[in-house]
């Protein structure tokens, strides 16, 4: 695999976060202020208002964004096999749980929308489609931690093909600025913060294709 090919995988796990940020904004984007994507009431009067339409292209975009990060998680092995062939296949291993649990949960807010427009916000059904995206959470958040500092510590030591700086892009860093993103204004505030996991990985994946150097790792290996 060359530097190119990995470069390429490396862009197609940007256009997957993309894909999931655009199917993000399918279920409740809209404009305004970042503050006001902290209120749950009118998240739940934005989903409810959404043609059907855009809860069912949605839902497609899970399998299709997911899809294309798998082959960027690819890239980032394919970056720390040689130097660190085990602990890279660890990494992939847990990104790649992420990524099945990823699908799931995505795919869950389709159906979410249509029973918050059908039976209300506060029904039974959206209770327990809520109660699964909890269940659901629990494996992603395990798979994104460990694949994330497995690959610092990699970067770090200086066995994966990107400068250490490129650490600080990390989403495992970079997922907690949302706390700043609040504060950006409308019209842009609300659907940066509503996909705020995907930007910053998107960012990420951008980040480590531009930055990828095989002669990172080649005189520690030589």
Not at 54 to 77: A, D, K, N, Q
Not at 135 to 140: A, D, I, N, R, Y
Request: aromatic share 14%; charged share 15%; hydrophobic share 55%.
């Amino acid at each position: 695999m060359n530097a190119r090919k990995i470069r390429l995988l490396l862009w197609a796990g940007c256009l997957g976060a993309i894909v999931l940020f655009a199917g993000d904004m399918l279920y409740y984007g809209a404009w305004g202020s970042g503050r006001a994507s902290l209120s749950i009431d009118l998240w739940d009067s934005i989903v409810a208002g959404v043609p059907l339409w855009r809860h069912h292209l949605g839902s497609i975009t899970g399998p299709v964004g997911i899809g294309f990060e798998l082959l960027g998680w690819l890239g980032l092995w394919f970056s720390c096999r040689r130097a660190a062939p085990r602990l890279a296949t660890v990494m992939l291993a847990f990104f790649y749980i992420f990524g099945l649990f990823s699908i799931l949960q995505h795919g869950i807010f389709g159906p979410m929308g249509f029973a918050i427009k059908y039976c209300g916000p506060k029904s039974n059904l959206v209770a327990e489609i809520w109660k699964l995206n909890d269940l659901l959470g629990k494996p992603q958040v395990v798979g994104w931690a460990v694949g994330n500092v497995i690959w610092i510590f990699l970067t770090l030591k200086k066995e994966a093909s990107v400068p250490r700086w490129t650490v600080f892009s990390s989403t495992l860093i970079t997922v907690w600025l949302e706390r700043v993103a609040v504060y950006i204004p409308a019209p842009l505030g609300m659907p940066l913060v509503g996909g705020w996991s995907n930007v910053v990985q998107a960012i990420w994946f951008a980040v480590l294709a531009l930055a990828y150097d095989e002669s990172e790792i080649e005189s520690r290996i030589a």
